[in-house]
């Protein structure tokens, strides 16, 4: 089987290719698959996380999977953030410090993930805030990988990758996993039947979880939307046939044509913000005075 890829950005045109492709490839054992990248121009380096996910998915099918006739430029970024690694390309140097590189962990790898997420991001262009802010995003972004394992349950791995466009003024990360997906984990342990772009808005809605007991779940989200929302960033979740997006302008729901398998988190951040943050848990009296 060959498939010609299109451009991939970071947008519901770019999700919807991807969750296509997932569609293609869901049923095939023993094949031979050959993505032609012959006609890819641009590819969102962070995009390396669902695409990766789902290449992942059609190699454990004992499928042969390559990546063939990709251009110099496109190459050159996939090689820099390490995806093309793992299909015969040399990694190339990142001198600018721009890249987070494409990696999978594995269930049991919570503290591979924080190393990497503390590692990568710093010196990315984050606007400035305080320690405890910083330490609060961190965590938020490590409960993205804990829900990952938690409430997907997937058994194929969290699979990330982000890119710093110091000239485009954003910096985004993308985290994937290949489990059950939100509008089915709602249902199971809810009893709440969704469209799955409404179950994505459902679980970033302030007071609604999936945790059970009396642990409060899907803070991390919450508190990222809230900080990105005044960065004036983006942020998009995709699973099973929906996606959300949260922009400047307010959160909007879609469908997609096909379902993606699993679940995709991805965090665009505003670097040109100039503003400086803290939490309100640090403000003093002093300070609005």
Known sequence: ???????????????????WLANQLEHCFLDVIEIDMSQVTWF??????????????????????????IRPDVQKILCKNEFLASYG??????????VIPYKRFERQEDRYSASYIETHLRGKGMPEMTKGLRKKLLESILEIFSNAVNHSRTELGIFSCGQYFPKRERLD???????????ENIKRVQGVDLSASNAIDWAI????????????????????????????????????SGYWELGTEGAELEEMGHPFPGTVVNLEFNTADTNSYCLASEITPRDIL
Do not use: W
């Not at 089987?1 to 969750?19: C, E, T």
């Not at 390309?89 to 721009?98: C, E, M, N, V």
């Not at 642990?215 to 939307?225: E, F, N, Q, V």
């Open 89 to 98: 390309r040399p990694i190339s140097p990142d001198t600018y410090g721009t």
């Open 1 to 19: 089987m060959r498939i010609q890829l299109a451009d991939i950005r970071n947008n519901h045109q770019g999700f919807s290719f991807l969750s």
């Open 205 to 240: 809605s302030k007071r609604n979880t999936t945790k059970t007991g009396d642990i409060p779940g899907g803070s991390g989200l919450k508190i990222l939307r809230e900080f990105i929302s005044m960065n004036q960033g983006r942020m998009q979740i995709v699973s099973d």
């Open 173 to 183: 990360f993308s985290i994937s996993d290949l489990g059950i997906g939100i509008r």
């Open 44 to 69: 969102d380096a962070n995009m390396c996380s669902p695409f990766g996910a789902i290449l992942y998915r059609a190699s454990r099918s004992l499928n042969s999977v390559s990546i063939d006739d």
